[in-house]
């Protein structure tokens, strides 16, 4: 019900800056958190940050105060501006919905299909 399509990942030195972007598409839902995770080589998927639909903002310690999740005045946009970047920040960079179907109780979860942030040394 929900399609996310992200833009914005790239190739970087050490110190730079990059900015993630998502839009969320559709009809009949009501979007409650967007946010982004993150999995590099041989690690597991983990938070980057995530924002509610009241601006309340969550970060992961590896990257608050370098890292900052916004949204756009529609509620359907999500975005992440990646300062400061380390080589650690090398990943598949994906973002993330809790949209609620018009006509359901229950919120569901949906994923972009992820973009590659790669960090130089």
């Known amino acids: 019900q929900v399609q996310l399509v992200e833009s914005g990942g790239g190739l970087v030195q050490a110190g730079g800056s990059l900015r993630l972007s998502c839009a969320a598409s559709?009809?009949?839902?009501?979007?409650?958190?967007m946010g982004w995770y993150r999995q590099g080589p041989g690690k597991q998927r983990e938070l980057v940050a995530l924002?509610?639909?009241?601006?309340?903002?969550t970060y992961a310690n590896s990257v608050k105060g370098r890292f900052t999740i916004s949204r756009d005045n529609t509620g359907n946009a999500v975005y992440l501006q990646m300062n400061s970047l380390k080589p650690e920040d090398t990943s598949v960079y994906y973002c993330?919905?809790?949209?609620?179907?018009?006509?359901?109780?229950?919120?569901?979860?949906?994923w972009g299909q992820g973009t590659q942030v790669t960090v130089s040394e």
């Open positions: 559709g009809r009949g839902f009501s979007i409650n958190v």
């Open positions: 993330y919905c809790q949209a609620r179907p018009t006509y359901d109780l229950n919120d569901k979860l949906y």
């Open positions: 924002v509610t639909n009241s601006g309340r903002t």
